[in-house]
């Protein structure tokens, strides 16, 4: 059930053997950090081949492909992988475990922890994306969060058709399916998977899963009044 290619175009991305198609989608995110640690050894010591703002923090253990640029006041903590022609924007803070795609925006007070961006993404303004998998081509408009915790701090479940899933994971925030869009200010709560081709109307609650090609509105009325 919810098997990688429900979801996201593996030839998309430059690490297509995190995923397995006999596992639900969401278990990739247990393999990064070991997956990570291996790649980071096979570079054999090259890690910056792009543009890096001598006021930019970077650790130790970050790789940055050509033609990368990560711009004045960024924050890439490591380990992390940064793909060819990705603008890493001022402000944007880059925890441990993130595995960024080709030719992806991450942009201004966005921050990033365990999760994996396939390529074309554009995480803008304003974002946290943790513990999450954001598609080929996935955008979250400004201010879009992925919740990655239960408030009862229990294993993150996933809610289909009327039951709940256990996912295995203390942590896990969204799959953002294939050129999904998530309007301005909304909410994906943990275990949320939307599927490819998606609307997301702005400042959205979404819990569970959204089949591909789907629309959700949030169409909130407004009661306009004299004033006095």
Not at 42 to 70: E, F, K
Not at 175 to 198: A, K, W
Request: glycine content about 10%; aromatic content about 6%; hydrophobic content about 40%.
């Amino acid at each position: 059930m919810f098997p990688p290619s429900d979801f996201l175009d593996l030839t998309h991305t430059s690490h297509p053997d995190l995923f397995s198609e006999n596992e639900p989608v969401w278990a990739a995110l247990a393999q990064i950090e070991d997956y990570l640690d291996h790649l980071l050894k096979s570079v054999n010591g090259t890690l910056v081949h792009g543009s890096i703002h001598p006021n930019a923090n970077v650790g130790t253990r970050v790789y940055v492909a050509a033609d990368a640029i990560v711009e004045a006041n960024a924050v890439i903590q490591g380990p992390a992988w940064i793909g060819s022609d990705t603008v890493v924007r001022s402000g944007a803070y880059i925890r441990n475990n993130v595995i960024v795609g080709n030719h992806c925006v991450l942009g201004n007070s966005s921050e990033f922890k365990n999760c994996i961006l396939f390529d074309n993404c554009e995480v803008p303004h304003f974002n946290y994306v943790g513990d999450s998998i954001l598609g080929h081509k996935a955008h979250l408009g400004a201010g879009v969060v992925c919740s990655n915790v239960r408030l009862d701090r229990s294993n993150v479940k996933v809610l289909h058709e009327g039951e709940k899933i256990d996912s295995g994971l203390r942590k896990f925030g969204a799959i953002v399916g294939d050129r999904t869009e998530v309007g301005c200010n909304s909410v994906l709560n943990p275990g949320s998977l939307l599927g490819r081709d998606c609307i997301i109307y702005p400042t959205t609650s979404w819990q569970g899963v959204l089949d591909s090609g789907k629309i959700v509105k949030n169409r909130s009325s407004l009661d306009i009044v004299d004033r006095e």
